[in-house]
């Protein structure tokens, strides 16, 4: 069952580029941008989230 997350990161470390993970927050299906760093509304499962986070990070 897909649930409401929301996911927050740190974008105080110099030189981190998180366009690859935002671009990918954002074929998760409906989303918000709360605030710089903090998405709300994603409705997939925590396990997908994880799947599709993990390459986008791995940069």
């Known amino acids: 069952m897909a ?3 929301h996911i927050s990161y740190d974008l105080n470390s110099p030189g981190q580029d ?3 993970l935002i ?3 954002k074929t998760l299906g409906p ?3 709360i ?3 903090f998405w709300g ?3 997939v499962s925590v396990e997908t989230l994880k ?5 986008a990070l791995s940069r």
Request: charged share 15%; hydrophobic share 40%.
């Open 3 to 5: 649930n409401n997350l």
């Open 18 to 20: 998180y366009t690859p």
């Open 23 to 25: 671009d990918k927050i």
């Open 31 to 33: 989303w918000a941008k």
């Open 35 to 37: 605030h710089k760093s």
């Open 41 to 43: 509304n994603v409705p």
């Open 51 to 55: 799947w599709a986070a993990l390459p």
